[in-house]
């Protein structure tokens, strides 16, 4: 038999998924600002090519995209700051923050786990020692995201916070580095979901999972 059990609360869904679109947005206008000035690449190749930025039509919409990126980065940390305060509030933050260095063991075990080369996953909460790990960075990276942009977006009124980041290079390397690390957790993060199954994508948007009478 199964039954329903409450994994996700209400508010949490909320904030998970106005964070979605509020990151894409975020994302999508920072691409727009940073066609004014592509200076990353690796080795000969650059980050976004000037075809597929002439392709994305991007070209000649830096005014657009700051507007948009200053006015969503509110929504953006507004929302951010009420999830951290209310995991701090519920509790949950327990289940997200990982509780000690055997972390990193564990989720190298849940990685052999998922990989079908280890038999038993390391008994774990809510969620796995690697998702711990990963959530939690997400969460640091997000706080380093609007730093970062504060210290680019007012070099000059907050030169304390660019000089905190090594100088405004510097604060600008690392607010791109982070949003390399979102597309690349965004991409980690929906394959897990989808080879997770339909029961856990669902606890998300309702709440509830079913699970088995014993669990
Ligand atoms: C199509 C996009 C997305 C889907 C389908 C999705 C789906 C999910 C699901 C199903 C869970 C619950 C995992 C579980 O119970 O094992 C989850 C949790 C989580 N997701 Fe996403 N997600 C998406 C986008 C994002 C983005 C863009 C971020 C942040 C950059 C994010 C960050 C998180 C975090 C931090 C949690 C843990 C939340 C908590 O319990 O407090 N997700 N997501």
Redesign the pocket.
């Known amino acids: 038999m199964h039954k329903l059990k409450l994994?996700?609360l209400t508010a949490?869904r909320w904030f998970?998924w106005i964070?979605?679109p509020l990151?894409c947005l975020m994302i999508w206008s920072g691409i727009l600002i940073y066609w004014a000035y592509p200076v990353y690449h690796i080795g000969p190749l650059r980050f976004f090519p000037k075809w597929l930025f002439a392709a994305l039509g991007v070209p000649f919409r830096l005014a657009e995209g700051m507007a948009l990126h200053f006015f969503f980065m509110w929504f953006f940390v507004i929302n951010g700051v009420l999830y951290v305060a209310y995991?701090l509030i519920s509790g949950?933050w327990r289940?997200?923050v990982p509780r000690s260095w055997s972390a990193f063991r564990d989720a190298w075990q849940v990685v052999l786990h998922d990989l079908h080369l280890r038999k038993e996953a390391p008994p774990q909460d809510k969620?796995n020692a690697a998702?711990q790990i990963v959530?939690f960075a997400?969460?640091v990276m997000g706080a380093g995201s609007v730093l970062t942009g504060l210290a680019i977006y007012k070099p000059a009124q907050l030169a304390w916070l660019a000089a905190l980041f090594g100088g405004y290079p510097m604060a600008r390397l690392i607010h791109f580095v982070l949003t390399i690390g979102?597309v690349a957790?965004?991409i980690m993060?929906?394959a897990q979901?989808i080879l997770?199954g339909w029961n856990?994508?669902r606890?998300?948007i309702i709440g509830w999972e079913l699970v088995k009478d014993n669990e």
């Open positions: 994994k996700h949490i998970h964070n979605f990151l995991t949950e289940y997200l969620y998702q959530y997400i969460i979102y957790f965004f993060h929906v979901v997770a856990n994508f606890s998300m």
